[in-house]
T-cell receptor, first 111, second 113 residues
């Protein structure tokens, strides 16, 4: 079935370093969503991208949707310990009324 | 405040027992979902419901059952047929249409003892 692939699976960074996670689809996506799950917590919806080439920012987080709408990225500038968690991309359309989640990228930040 | 409430937060089950996990939302969302998450893993869809009195199997429905008698409630029963039920269970709700993200509950951690 349709999947969205995320890389890397894990990322260890020193506090202050940048971090990027990538999401790829074999088919064209209508929209792409991003969620964050803190350790021991539940996923929280961050943002949805809709347009080809769209770039949105939330403080130190920058979200991009590829021109072909087959890939997306989340970039965090100058990571902080509060950024620790798992970041999931999600396809809300292809699954027929159900969102398909990527496997997630788990971010570890060393102070 | 609107949101999703899952209970209990922690649940221990003896082998061979059925247990029911509660999920209630007051967001007036039509759609509700149950996901299972194993340690260090992603989200796997168990069941989902778009409207009252209707629900569909997700990717890992075997050993689970649900009901949707009210818009606000979508309880999940983990039956004795589920051979490896220890996991973190997340309930979510969402509006119909694809322009909105899901709202998740805080989850139930189920452990078989």
């Amino acid at each position: 079935g349709q999947q969205v692939m995320q890389i890397p699976q894990y990322q260890h960074v020193q506090e202050g370093e940048d971090f990027t996670t990538y999401c790829n689809s074999s088919t064209t996506l209508s929209n792409i969503q991003w969620y964050k799950q803190r350790p021991g917590g539940h996923p929280v919806f961050l943002i949805q991208l809709v347009k080809s080439g769209e770039v949105k920012k939330q403080k130190r987080l920058t979200f991009q949707f590829g021109e072909a709408k087959k890939n997306s990225s989340l970039h965090i500038t100058a990571t902080q310990t509060t950024d620790v968690g798992t970041y999931f991309c999600a396809d809300p359309n292809t699954g027929g009324f159900k969102t398909i989640f990527g496997a997630g990228t788990r971010l570890f930040v060393k102070a | 405040d609107g949101g999703i409430t899952q209970s209990p937060k922690y649940l221990f089950r003896k082998e061979g027992q059925n247990v029911t996990l509660s999920c209630e939302q007051n967001l007036n969302h039509d759609a509700m979902y149950w996901y299972r998450q194993d340690p260090g893993q992603g989200l796997r869809l168990i069941y989902y419901s778009q409207i009252v009195n209707d629900f569909q199997k997700g990717d890992i429905a075997e050993g689970y059952s649900v009901s949707r008698e009210k818009k606000e409630s979508f309880p999940l029963t983990v039956t004795s047929a589920q051979k490896n039920p220890t996991a973190f269970y997340l309930c979510a709700s969402g509006r119909t249409g694809t322009n909105y993200g899901y709202t998740f509950g805080s989850g139930t951690r189920l452990t078989v003892v």
